[in-house]
């Protein structure tokens, strides 16, 4: 008679412990792979981000008065409206073109009930862009916009009052967040 010796070798590992380790592998690997998404109601920023913007905005208002120069990016020279937004922002670190229809393809475009100091409004007629401004603040009485005009040079307005610059406003863009610091 013989005798049967048992086997030494393993047993083979089943499927099913392979199937749990890769799901808990793969859910390690999703919880650091990919970032939550916040999502925020309103364009509210902190305070550092706001001093930011204000400061820009304060910048931009040492050049009131200053003449309206065609193609100026300089204020030695005077400023047309996307020089003058041009300038500012770059003194700021913040890089956008020194051509309207450009800068109105930049950042993010916002609602005119959110805009923040800092934002840039563009007007013009039938979606062609013809001018740019900064915006300085908005309040209950309206959007208030630092900008270079061909007739007053750089000042500031409310253009949500004005009855040459309200029926061109077309929209707003945010170009400092990202690119702040």
Known sequence: MTET??????????????????VLLFAAFAATAFKPVSIRPSRAEDAEMMQFRNDVTGYAQNFLG???????????????????TNYILNEFGVKVSCASTTQSRQGLKVSLSNVLPGDLIFFGTRGRIQHVAMVVEKTAEGIFCVHSTCSRGIIVENISTSKYWKPKILFARDVITGQAG
């Not at 010796?5 to 890769?22: G, H, N, Q, V």
């Not at 309206?68 to 020089?83: I, L, W």
Request: hydrophobic share 25%.
């Open 5 to 22: 010796i048992p086997s030494s070798r393993p047993e083979k590992p089943s499927l099913c412990r392979f199937s749990a380790l890769f």
């Open 66 to 84: 200053l003449r309206y120069r065609r193609a100026g990016h300089s204020p030695k020279t005077g400023f047309d409206c996307s020089g003058f």
